[in-house]
């Protein structure tokens, strides 16, 4: 009889311990939470939270700097929370699979659309937002259209990431294009950069080969050739018909210009491949060599751009993107968002919404590894401004410049991740077509188009 006993004893053993396992397994994952509140709700700010930041852009203490001021910023506002961070997170699809990501999440504009819509994995703030009394007119419109997906406000950008260039100021005197203390108003238009390039053409004595053009600029970079596609009011994304309309013929007048400013050797494309007489002309220009404005990918590369202007004695500046008749200058946004399955929400919304307070923008980027505030009423203060040597006198407020002209730099800003793919391959391989005499560009574009709409109606289907 023992052993029979033995075997029931494992037996109801093994089941208690799988009862134990899901339950904790239950306990661990919490519930999808949609961020819808019942009227008169009062969120409850206290409890644990965990936040997840990717390690490849928080790597040492001078990167994690800024997000670690900002926390203790709100551990200060909020004692009743306590808040543990882990800047060595790789792989966003397992933790998120099995819902081990934190409360609150690190990620950039070009990610929500992918995490909010497909995984499902971020909770909708606007309920939020208004329980918290936030101010969002505050923050820059352009700003708050790149934290939303399907009419709902997923995450907070705390980034102004506008793309601006850095300039060689001597060329341009020299030129007579600029006087001596004259600077690139932030207000300069592609039709004047046209003109700038043209004088500021220099070629070797063989009448050939560049020396110096007007511009480089990677086009093969989504910042780089955004502004084209929607320079003439392009309107090439249907979030709700679910089509890319990249071949109307609005979208090809911006296409157009760049492959002129190619052609008219006034733009080095950086990330094309060259062939013929183009390759032969800007042999030896790269967008750090031989060019008078040089694309700023980000605020936070600008001291490595920087550097070669002051290390050879340089005048030098920043503009923001040249103006198209229409909106059109690229912008991002880095951010925070709250886990839909997290088990404290009020407190994780309003870690996420601090980031648009005053008090939260002046923790973030006002020391080491800040970035460009994102409130209007802090672009003029000068308190995230690089105050090293070389840097006297250098125009920061093209950073915050024309916002009311910003549009999504980044493709997956716009569209699923799916479909942004093969505009970011078709793009570059495009104007590759075209700098090589391989195929029509047009033909090309409509390629893409065809593509990108023959896929989305597959992703929505039935």
Same mark, same amino acid.
């Given at each position: 009889?023992?052993?029979?006993?033995?075997?029931?004893? *494992?037996?109801?053993?093994?089941?208690?311990?799988?009862?134990?396992?899901?339950? &904790?397994?239950?306990?661990?994952?919490?519930?999808?939470?949609?961020?819808?509140?019942?009227?008169?709700?009062?969120?409850?700010?206290?409890?644990? #939270?965990?936040?997840?930041?990717?390690?490849?852009?928080?790597?040492?203490?001078?990167?994690?700097?800024?997000?670690?001021?900002?926390?203790?910023?709100?551990? =200060?506002?909020?004692?009743?929370?306590?808040?543990?961070?882990?800047?060595?997170?790789?792989?966003?699809?397992?933790?998120?699979?099995? *819902?081990?990501?934190?409360?609150?999440?690190?990620?950039? @504009?070009? !990610?929500?659309?992918?995490?909010?819509?497909?995984?499902?994995?971020?909770?909708?703030?606007?309920?939020?937002?208004?329980?918290?009394?936030? !101010?969002? %007119?505050?923050?820059?419109?352009?700003?708050?259209? #790149?934290?939303?997906?399907?009419?709902?406000?997923?995450? %907070?950008?705390?980034?102004?990431?506008?793309?601006?260039?850095?300039?060689?100021? +001597?060329?341009?005197?020299?030129?007579?294009?600029?006087?001596?203390?004259?600077?690139?108003?932030?207000?300069?238009? $592609?039709?004047?950069?046209?003109?700038?390039?043209?004088?500021?053409?220099?070629?070797?004595? +063989?009448?050939?080969?560049?020396?110096?053009? =007007?511009? =480089?600029? &990677?086009?093969? $970079?989504?910042?780089?050739?955004?502004?084209?596609?929607?320079?003439?009011?392009?309107? $090439?994304? @249907?979030?709700?018909?679910?089509?890319?309309?990249?071949?109307?013929?609005?979208?090809?007048?911006?296409?157009?210009?760049?492959?002129?400013?190619?052609?008219?050797? $006034?733009?080095?494309?950086?990330?094309?491949?060259?062939? /013929?007489?183009?390759?032969?002309?800007?042999?030896?220009?790269?967008?750090?060599?031989?060019?008078?404005? &040089?694309?700023?990918?980000?605020?936070?590369?600008?001291?490595?751009?920087?550097?070669?202007?002051?290390?050879?004695?340089?005048?030098?500046?920043? %503009?923001?993107?040249?103006?198209?008749?229409?909106?059109?200058?690229?912008?991002?946004? #880095?951010?925070?968002?709250?886990?839909?399955?997290?088990?404290?929400?009020?407190?994780?919304? &309003?870690?996420?919404?601090?980031?648009?307070?005053?008090? /939260?923008?002046?923790?973030?980027?006002?020391?080491?590894?800040?970035?460009?505030?994102?409130?209007?009423?802090?672009? @003029?203060? +000068?308190?995230?401004?690089?105050?090293?040597?070389?840097?006297?006198?250098?125009?920061?407020?093209?950073?915050?410049?024309?916002?009311?002209?910003?549009?999504? =730099?980044?493709?997956?800003?716009?569209?699923?991740?799916?479909?942004?793919?093969?505009?970011?391959?078709?793009?570059?391989?495009?104007?590759?077509?075209?700098?090589?005499?391989?195929?029509?560009?047009? @033909?090309?574009?409509?390629?893409?188009?065809?593509?990108?709409?023959?896929?989305?109606?597959?992703?929505?289907? !039935?």
């Amino acid at each position: 009889m023992k052993k029979p006993i033995s075997i029931v004893v *494992k037996v109801i053993l093994a089941a208690i311990a799988t009862v134990m396992l899901f339950a &904790a397994t239950a306990c661990n994952t919490g519930v999808y939470q949609d961020g819808e509140l019942p009227e008169g709700y009062e969120p409850e700010i206290a409890g644990k #939270l965990k936040v997840t930041c990717r390690a490849d852009v928080f790597p040492n203490p001078s990167a994690q700097k800024s997000v670690n001021s900002w926390i203790n910023y709100f551990r =200060g506002a909020h004692p009743n929370v306590s808040v543990e961070v882990n800047f060595g997170a790789s792989d966003y699809a397992a933790l998120i699979s099995s *819902k081990t990501i934190g409360d609150v999440y690190w990620l950039s @504009d070009a !990610d929500v659309y992918n995490y909010a819509v497909t995984q499902e994995a971020l909770m909708p703030l606007d309920s939020y937002i208004e329980a918290y009394g936030i !101010d969002t %007119a505050e923050l820059y419109g352009g700003i708050m259209a #790149l934290c939303e997906a399907e009419g709902k406000y997923y995450f %907070a950008g705390y980034s102004c990431g506008n793309v601006v260039f850095t300039y060689n100021v +001597d060329a341009m005197v020299e030129e007579g294009l600029l006087a001596e203390g004259e600077r690139v108003a932030n207000d300069w238009t $592609w039709e004047q950069f046209k003109t700038y390039a043209e004088a500021l053409k220099e070629y070797d004595e +063989d009448g050939v080969t560049l020396k110096q053009v =007007g511009m =480089g600029l &990677a086009l093969n $970079w989504p910042n780089g050739y955004s502004p084209f596609i929607y320079a003439y009011g392009g309107d $090439w994304a @249907d979030k709700v018909n679910k089509k890319v309309t990249l071949s109307n013929e609005k979208v090809e007048q911006g296409i157009q210009e760049a492959i002129s400013a190619i052609e008219n050797r $006034w733009l080095y494309p950086e990330g094309i491949t060259l062939g /013929g007489e183009l390759a032969s002309s800007y042999g030896s220009v790269s967008t750090r060599n031989g060019c008078v404005f &040089a694309y700023n990918q980000a605020y936070t590369v600008l001291t490595s751009n920087a550097d070669p202007y002051i290390t050879r004695g340089v005048t030098w500046d920043v %503009a923001p993107f040249p103006l198209f008749p229409e909106k059109a200058s690229p912008c991002g946004t #880095l951010g925070f968002g709250v886990f839909s399955y997290t088990k404290n929400k009020d407190a994780a919304a &309003a870690l996420v919404l601090s980031l648009w307070s005053e008090e /939260g923008q002046i923790a973030l980027h006002a020391q080491e590894g800040g970035d460009v505030p994102v409130l209007k009423k802090l672009g @003029d203060q +000068d308190f995230w401004h690089l105050t090293k040597e070389g840097y006297e006198n250098i125009n920061f407020s093209a950073f915050t410049a024309n916002y009311e002209k910003y549009v999504p =730099g980044q493709v997956n800003a716009s569209v699923p991740p799916e479909i942004a793919s093969i505009i970011e391959k078709g793009i570059p391989a495009m104007f590759n077509a075209y700098c090589t005499n391989d195929a029509s560009w047009t @033909d090309k574009l409509q390629e893409m188009e065809t593509q990108c709409n023959e896929l989305w109606s597959t992703l929505y289907s !039935d």
